[in-house]
């Protein structure tokens, strides 16, 4: 056992080892579902619990895993090799799952970069986990405090039943932040992550620093919600498998599927291994998303970024919410669609950093 002070309290951290078993409390599917849901093989790993009793007597109890990979097998989350993160050499840490108990449920996170500094939030897409932020991670964690969780219904965070709600999302989020002792954040959002960070830039401004919204809408048309409604009843029919490819469609340009496989693999393996619940509760909330007659209530620093080439909350739509949030900056990235961090990390990681330090919380 090893213990390590950290600025909100202690951490005690035990390793076990463990060859094609799971940790313990893991059933032999829960382990073969969380090997596929990061995108690794179900085989032996290392498992480190790690146990953090912060000064306000909260716990959080957790699991750093380091699964066994082949080599040159694509991964998703944790990479320390390869430009852009999705890809890249056989990793350092794999992936750091903490679950913390906040709002009532399980939610899981990471939060990386030097104590002391401002805390970055990133949020993710419908049918993804935080291991999509994973191009951003190192680019950000030079200078910041990187808070990376998943979503309710999503990756390693508990999926109660239906349907969620923004107000729920957003209630998710501060009592998260709580549990953590952020008082305060940056937040970074892409497609139902920006819609949060929407609803938590409107209800709760004193929390943020700054709101980065990507590849997001501030409502859901009539049309669209239709499709919405055609996506739960499939998730509810075929389950998630039905929903990889479609998504992979709308979310890369076809130039990208094609050349980088090994980048699209892994998002394939997100959107198969998230929750079925999850994933139509959360569609619920989306479908009736309508944020756009109060846009103009917010008043923190505000970069909209969107992909040129995205097809389901397209340029015109990021142009919608631009002209709404007085003084907002608007990025177009060229070649990119709907997760343009994924598939053009190196332009949008320039954009969002320059953003961040326009702020002037650097020195916070």
């Known amino acids: 056992m090893r213990i390590r002070v950290l600025e909100s309290g202690l951490e005690l951290i035990g390793d076990h080892r463990h060859e094609r078993e799971p940790h313990p409390g893991q059933g032999k599917q829960e382990h073969e579902a969380y090997s596929q849901r990061v995108g690794a ?8 619990l790690v146990q953090r009793i912060t000064q306000g007597g909260g716990d959080m109890l957790g699991f750093r ?18 430009e852009g993160g ?3 050499s056989r990793p350092e840490e794999y992936r750091v799952s903490v679950r913390v108990t906040a709002n009532g449920i399980g939610i899981a996170f990471e939060m990386t970069g030097p104590p002391g500094t401002p805390v970055v939030t990133l949020s993710h897409a419908l049918a993804t986990h935080l291991g999509m932020w994973e191009p951003q991670r190192a680019a950000l964690e030079s200078r910041y ?5 998943d979503t309710r219904g999503h990756g390693g965070s508990d999926a109660p039943a239906g349907p969620y709600s923004f ?21 970074v959002g892409i497609s139902m992550g920006g819609m949060i960070g929407q609803w938590i830039a409107l209800t709760h401004p004193a929390r943020l620093w700054s ?29 998630m498998a039905a929903h990889v490819e479609p998504s992979i469609e709308r979310w890369f340009t076809p130039r990208f ?57 397209p340029v015109a739509a990021a142009k919608a919410i631009r002209d709404r949030i007085r003084g907002s900056e608007l990025v177009v990235l060229k ?20 953003f961040l330090s326009r702020t002037g919380t650097d020195d916070q």
């Open 335 to 354: 070649s990119a669609s709907h997760l343009s961090n994924i598939e053009q990390p190196e332009e949008f990681n320039r954009e969002l950093l320059g």
């Open 211 to 239: 709101l980065a919204l990507c590849d997001t809408s501030a409502c859901t048309s009539p049309e669209a919600a239709v499709i919405w409604d055609e996506r739960i009843a499939l998730a509810g029919r075929e389950g």
């Open 257 to 313: 599927v094609e050349e980088h496989p090994e980048v699209v693999d892994p998002v394939r393996a997100m959107v198969r291994a998230t929750d079925s619940r999850g994933y139509t509760a959360c569609a619920a909330a989306l479908k009736e998303h309508d944020a756009l007659s109060r846009l103009w209530e917010i008043e923190i620093p505000t970069l909209v970024m969107v992909g040129e080439d995205d097809p389901g909350t």
């Open 167 to 187: 107000p729920l999302l957003v209630d998710d989020f501060r009592a998260l932040l709580d549990a953590v002792g952020v008082e305060r954040t940056h937040f």
């Open 145 to 149: 405090r990187v808070l990376r969780y």
């Open 86 to 88: 999705i890809e890249g």
């Open 41 to 48: 093989t179900p085989g032996g790993y290392r498992t480190t």
């Open 65 to 82: 895993h380091q699964p066994t990979i082949p080599e040159g097998r694509p991964v998703v989350g944790g990479e320390r090799g390869g």
